[in-house]
Structure formats: structure tokens, C-alpha cells
């Protein structure tokens, strides 16, 4: 029988609930199912988890790490971030220590080594973008995670988001594959103009005489409505940091901006609310202001070369819901 190798495979969830229950202190057995999963290499897996008392938490079991470069240390840096802030009172989804006090634990999947964690569980529903009070929160809370994450002691090595990371890379990846395309050959050139300004201009910025020091340390990375969900009393819990780690604050502010299209809004007010949220807790310097734009065509170029990793996509279908 020959062997084959697997790009995208998922764990059973009820091999998993038993590994879970063996793992951790409920007490119990535990039920789990696979939710909200779209079908493709570069997500997470994501598992409500309940226990015999009825708690509900969520299960991550992350993508291979080889794709990432990532190491284990990577998970262990978002896992201590979490634990810190969650510590320093922000509304942050919190890693579940194992019986043996540890948060990360791995699995041996057919595409290779495979990491998990347990997670509190985010209550409430997904922030409405037109909401300009949940906008105020969600500004003024990023704003209180950007302030107390100063005070972050870093245990565990991870991989920072300078530029390497959120243009070059991003770069090679997409000349790879246009390149030798004449139907990409416009667009190609059209993306390398803009990413060497939008370089050029972070580069400025980051080394002239106004450049704050706090502009640069623990971020989120990946900032979006969909990562936050507010309760009945309009309180927000944050979630899903898988693309955390160090950079610059502004950005975390941009990639907000593009991933709620906030800036293309009809209404004004709607941005003005996020930003006087943000405002209240740590004003912006005028360095960090100006670095937005350039910023958001960076993320649209690094969003560019993420789609074009190796293996691709497996699929688009969302497969199971809550």
C-alpha cells in the first residue's frame, strides 16, 4: 500500500473530547464539535467543547506549523500574552491550564505535528460594525491592550511583524506566481511600486526624530468585528490571536480599518467613533497617524501573498455551524 501525503485533515471530535477530558480537570467526560470551520490549509480547527456540568469552552487545535515557520514557542508566546492580559482585567477569550498546569498540548496528525489549546468561551454576538458605541469599546479596549502590553515580559520567542514579515515575504511569495503570468504582468508591477512606498514610508516614519517608542510591541495582528462579540450588557470579549506578536500599533489600527472596510463606510461617524475609543486610553502621535495608510496597503499586499502560500486552498465551505 503506498503512503500519500495529506495537506488538510481534521480530528475526529470525539477522539479529541476524550483526549480532553483525560487532559484536563472536569471531572468528567466532555462533548465536542467542530463549528464555523472553513475548509481550507491556512485555518485553525475550532471545537465547542462542553463539559458534564454544562461550561462550555472552545478547543483549538492548530494548522501544521511547518507552514507558518512556527515552532513551538510561537504558540507558547500567544498563550502567556493571553494569560498576562487577561490578568491585567482586558476582556480577552484565556487559555485553560491541563491537569498538569501546562496550555499547550500536540497531536500527531497525518500532515504532522499538530498543537491545541483550551479557551474560555467569548459569550454574546458578533460586534455590529454600524454600532458606533461597540465601536467606541472596540477602539477604547485595543487601545487598553496596546497600553498594558507594555509592561509584557516576554517568556517565549515568536516571530515579529516588521517588515520582512508583512512586505517582503509577501512579495516573494507573489512574484513566484505571477511573474511568468502576462495576465498578472500590470497588477505585478502596480503591487511592487506600491510596496516599496509603502516601505519607504513606514522606514521614514520609524527612524525620524518624532518616532515614540510605544508604537512598537505586542499586537493582535488581525483585529476584525468577527474576532469580538459583545453580551447583553454590551461588555466585549476578544478572541482569536493567532496572529499576534510584536510590532506596531498602527498596524493593528489599520488592519482593523480594512478588515471591518470601516474607512469605505457611508457614515463618518462610524471611524470617528472607533478612533475617539481608541483616543480615550493612548492618543496617537502624529507618526503613528501618518503610518496608517501606508499600513493599509501593506496589509492588502500581505493579505495578497497569503493566499498564495504553498498547498493553497483545500476548499471555501463552511462545513458545520453552531
Same mark, same amino acid.
Not at 495537506?7 to 473530547?17: E, H, I, N, P, Y
Given at each position: 500500500?503506498?503512503?500519500?501525503?495529506?495537506?488538510?485533515?481534521?480530528?475526529?471530535?470525539?477522539?479529541?473530547?476524550?483526549?480532553?477530558?483525560? !487532559? @484536563? +480537570?472536569?471531572?468528567?467526560?466532555?462533548?465536542?464539535? =467542530?463549528?464555523? *470551520?472553513? /475548509?481550507?490549509?491556512?485555518?485553525?480547527?475550532?471545537?465547542?467543547?462542553?463539559?458534564?456540568?454544562?461550561?462550555?469552552?472552545?478547543?483549538?487545535?492548530?494548522?501544521?506549523?511547518?507552514?507558518?515557520?512556527?515552532?513551538?514557542?510561537?504558540?507558547?508566546?500567544?498563550?502567556?500574552?493571553?494569560?498576562?492580559?487577561?490578568?491585567?482585567?482586558?476582556?480577552?477569550?484565556?487559555?485553560?491550564?491541563?491537569?498538569?498546569?501546562?496550555?499547550?498540548?500536540?497531536?500527531?496528525?497525518?500532515?504532522?505535528?499538530?498543537?491545541?489549546?483550551?479557551?474560555?468561551?467569548?459569550?454574546?454576538?458578533?460586534?455590529?460594525?454600524?454600532?458606533?458605541?461597540?465601536?467606541?469599546?472596540?477602539?477604547?479596549?485595543?487601545?487598553?491592550?496596546?497600553?498594558?502590553?507594555?509592561?509584557?515580559?516576554? !517568556? @517565549? +520567542?515568536?516571530?515579529?511583524?516588521?517588515?520582512?514579515? =508583512?512586505?517582503? *515575504?509577501? /512579495?516573494?511569495?507573489?512574484?513566484?506566481?505571477?511573474?511568468?503570468?502576462?495576465?498578472?504582468?500590470?497588477?505585478?508591477?502596480?503591487?511592487?511600486?506600491?510596496?516599496?512606498?509603502?516601505?519607504?514610508?513606514?522606514?521614514?516614519?520609524?527612524?525620524?526624530?518624532?518616532?515614540?517608542?510605544?508604537?512598537?510591541?505586542?499586537?493582535?495582528?488581525?483585529?476584525?468585528?468577527?474576532?469580538?462579540?459583545?453580551?447583553?450588557?454590551?461588555?466585549?470579549?476578544?478572541?482569536?490571536?493567532?496572529?499576534?506578536?510584536?510590532?506596531?500599533?498602527?498596524?493593528?489600527?489599520?488592519?482593523?480599518?480594512?478588515?471591518?472596510?470601516?474607512?469605505?463606510?457611508?457614515?463618518?461617524?462610524?471611524?470617528?467613533?472607533?478612533?475617539?475609543?481608541?483616543?480615550?486610553?493612548?492618543?496617537?502621535?502624529?507618526?503613528?497617524?501618518?503610518?496608517?495608510?501606508?499600513?493599509?496597503?501593506?496589509?492588502?499586499?500581505?493579505?495578497?501573498?497569503?493566499?498564495?502560500?504553498?498547498?493553497?486552498?483545500?476548499?471555501?465551505?463552511?462545513?458545520?455551524?453552531?
Amino acid at each position: 500500500m503506498e503512503t500519500i501525503r495529506v495537506v488538510r485533515s481534521f480530528v475526529d471530535a470525539t477522539a479529541l473530547a476524550e483526549l480532553i477530558a483525560a !487532559k @484536563y +480537570d472536569f471531572g468528567g467526560p466532555v462533548t465536542c464539535k =467542530l463549528f464555523s *470551520k472553513m /475548509v481550507r490549509t491556512q485555518d485553525n480547527d475550532h471545537y465547542l467543547v462542553t463539559t458534564s456540568s454544562g461550561d462550555k469552552f472552545v478547543a483549538r487545535v492548530y494548522q501544521v506549523g511547518t507552514r507558518l515557520q512556527r515552532q513551538e514557542s510561537d504558540y507558547l508566546y500567544e498563550l502567556d500574552w493571553l494569560n498576562f492580559l487577561e490578568k491585567e482585567g482586558l476582556p480577552v477569550s484565556y487559555p485553560i491550564a491541563c491537569k498538569d498546569g501546562r496550555f499547550l498540548g500536540s497531536i500527531n496528525a497525518p500532515e504532522g505535528q499538530r498543537y491545541y489549546a483550551l479557551f474560555s468561551l467569548a459569550r454574546g454576538a458578533r460586534m455590529h460594525i454600524n454600532d458606533e458605541e461597540q465601536l467606541f469599546i472596540f477602539g477604547r479596549e485595543m487601545a487598553r491592550i496596546h497600553v498594558a502590553s507594555n509592561k509584557y515580559e516576554r !517568556k @517565549y +520567542d515568536r516571530r515579529v511583524l516588521d517588515l520582512e514579515f =508583512l512586505v517582503d *515575504k509577501p /512579495v516573494q511569495r507573489i512574484k513566484r506566481y505571477w511573474d511568468e503570468d502576462e495576465g498578472h504582468k500590470e497588477d505585478l508591477e502596480l503591487l511592487l511600486i506600491s510596496a516599496q512606498e509603502a516601505k519607504d514610508q513606514i522606514l521614514a516614519l520609524i527612524s525620524n526624530e518624532k518616532h515614540t517608542v510605544d508604537s512598537w510591541g505586542p499586537i493582535g495582528g488581525d483585529f476584525h468585528s468577527g474576532s469580538v462579540f459583545f453580551d447583553d450588557n454590551n461588555q466585549p470579549t476578544f478572541f482569536n490571536f493567532d496572529w499576534c506578536g510584536t510590532g506596531w500599533r498602527a498596524y493593528d489600527i489599520a488592519v482593523f480599518l480594512h478588515n471591518s472596510d470601516l474607512i469605505h463606510q457611508r457614515s463618518p461617524e462610524l471611524a470617528e467613533a472607533f478612533f475617539a475609543g481608541y483616543y480615550a486610553e493612548r492618543p496617537l502621535s502624529q507618526n503613528e497617524h501618518e503610518a496608517i495608510a501606508p499600513f493599509l496597503t501593506i496589509r492588502r499586499i500581505w493579505l495578497t501573498g497569503w493566499f498564495m502560500m504553498n498547498d493553497g486552498l483545500a476548499g471555501h465551505s463552511f462545513i458545520a455551524s453552531l
